[in-house]
């Protein structure tokens, strides 16, 4: 009160025009407050109307359901007085395979789809289904030609889907499980693109689902790109667990038993007993990880071909690894462990006939560890033998044969060492060979990868999303 009276002497000191521009001033600061407080209290009142909209949706679902299940208690009592019984055939709605979302709801969708979704959340579902739902919002805008929403959500995927991968770096079911999903976005994107090259491999149901106003090929070189980082952090992954157990598990582990009796002197001896001790694996452990591996590319609804990638990979860096470590040990380089490597090996390829893995080419990718293992039982005295050798390895370098002969270790003081004069009969009889010379194996290098394109045979109105999506913002049109 006492700074209105103040104010009020103020203008009576001003002069006439001062006192109307004053007035203006102090009319036009009244509206500007009065127009914040009422835009402030629209923006409370639409907040509560969404608010209010969402929640009678629910409720009206809910009585929706109530209302049917009394039908059906009803259908039911008056089936019990029916002397007769009477089938009465409900009509499905038509469901056109799309979803809608409101924009302001997309963050929420790429957090409960994405970001915090965990793949033990949907054992037993249909694998991929978050590219399923994720492509069905897509073609949604699409239907409704809204370019900047589908910009929006694509973006919003591929920076989420980044974003778990990097927080789950050295997750091997995390970033098996977005491998999957990003590589089935990508074929829903490549088979729904409505280019004919795609359509004549769909039914005519799936065609008409393709996407009517958007050409997304731009978007499908992301995800490529973004697909081949994630198989290479899988693979980095699936190293780094393996890499540990292959020279104890190949070269030092006694898995024929007996064996360890007819071992050169000095050689580092170790228990079949010691399965998994601190710094010993046996064979076993391998296997045990492989079909742990399997397992979960499997059920997360890895492509095939991409499956039979990974394991070529994996075999190719057991083989590196064991033959690095073969050629840099003279404890290794003995008969014993010629015939203890052809047995280890003889078990990995047994497991990949049973996956049905044996198409892989990872068999080949061991080729090398297997003419090292037979170069240790070959004899090694005669110019017969050194043709045999010859002849016999040619996926060892002319390096890596006279490494190892030079490094072979005879059983007892009744086996001879190899002798200089043999090992320069392998050279003069390999010197037409043009092998690099580097002694050992890249165990880093990594095979191109190929996606090939892999339809699905489902319909997108036959994709149904569990309730532990919590995805009830989205509406089914």
């Known amino acids: 009160m006492e700074d209105q009276q103040q104010t009020f002497c103020q203008t009576l000191l001003l002069s006439p025009e001062a ?57 039911d009592r008056r089936h019990h007085e029916l002397t007769r019984q009477v089938t009465v055939q409900r009509k499905e709605k038509d469901f056109q395979g799309m979803l809608e979302y ?26 991929c289904l978050p590219a399923y739902i994720l492509y069905m919002c897509i073609r949604h805008a699409d239907y409704t030609n809204d370019d900047l929403k589908v910009h929006s959500l694509l973006s919003s995927t591929i920076n989420g889907i980044k974003k778990v991968l990097k927080k789950h770096n050295d997750d091997f079911e995390m970033t098996s499980f977005w491998l ?63 890499q540990p157990m292959i020279v104890s598990a190949m070269l030092e582990n006694e898995s024929i038993q007996g064996l360890s009796g007819v071992r050169p002197t000095g050689y580092r001896k170790r228990s079949s007993s010691m399965v998994d001790g601190e710094n010993s694996y046996c064979l076993e452990a391998i296997v045990r990880q492989m079909n742990s591996f399997h397992t979960v590319l499997c059920d997360q609804g890895l492509d095939p071909e991409i499956i039979l990638q990974v394991f070529k990979q994996l075999f190719y860096m057991i083989n590196a690894v064991t033959l690095n470590n073969l050629l840099l040990r003279k404890d290794a380089c003995s008969w014993s462990t010629g015939m203890q490597l052809r047995y280890n090996i003889s078990q990995l390829e047994e497991w990949l006939r049973g996956k049905n893995l044996h198409q ?23 110019h017969e033998d050194a043709e045999a050798i010859c002849s016999l390895c040619t996926s060892l370098s002319t ?7 030079n490094l072979y270790t005879p ?8 002798t200089v004069s043999f090992i320069r009969t392998i050279q003069a009889q390999l010197q037409e060979r043009n092998d690099p010379q580097q002694l050992l194996l890249d165990s880093k290098h990594v095979f191109p990868v190929l996606f090939p394109y892999n339809p699905s045979a489902l319909t997108m109105d036959s994709i149904h999303i569990p309730a532990c999506l919590n995805l009830e913002f989205l509406n089914e049109v």
């Not at 127009?35 to 009206?60: C, G, P, S």
Request: glycine letters at 4%.
């Open 180 to 242: 999957s999903n990003t590589c089935r976005f990508l074929h829903c994107l490549k088979q729904y693109s409505g280019d004919e090259g795609f359509m004549t491999q769909n039914t005519a149901k799936q065609n008409e689902h393709c996407l009517k106003n958007f050409d997304l090929t731009e978007y499908r070189q992301v995800l490529s790109d973004l697909s081949i980082q994630i198989y290479q952090q899988l693979i980095k992954i699936a190293e780094g667990l393996l």
């Open 399 to 405: 390096q890596q044969i006279v490494k190892i002969l």
């Open 19 to 75: 006192q109307v521009e004053f007035g203006v001033q102090q009319e036009i600061s009244r509206l500007t407050n009065e127009n914040l407080d009422f835009k402030e209290l629209v923006e409370k009142l639409e907040k509560n109307e969404r608010k209010l909209k969402k929640q009678l949706k629910i409720y009206m679902k809910k009585v929706q359901d109530l209302e049917a299940a009394q039908a059906l208690a009803q259908s």
């Open 102 to 127: 409101h924009k302001e709801d997309e963050a929420l969708l790429i957090r409960n789809l994405v970001t915090d979704l965990k793949p033990q959340m949907l054992s037993g579902t249909v694998p």
């Open 411 to 418: 059983l007892n003081e009744f086996e001879e060492r190899v």
């Open 360 to 382: 892989s080419g990872a068999v080949q990718t061991m080729e090398p560890l297997i003419q090292a293992a037979q170069l240790l039982q070959l004899k090694k005295k005669t």
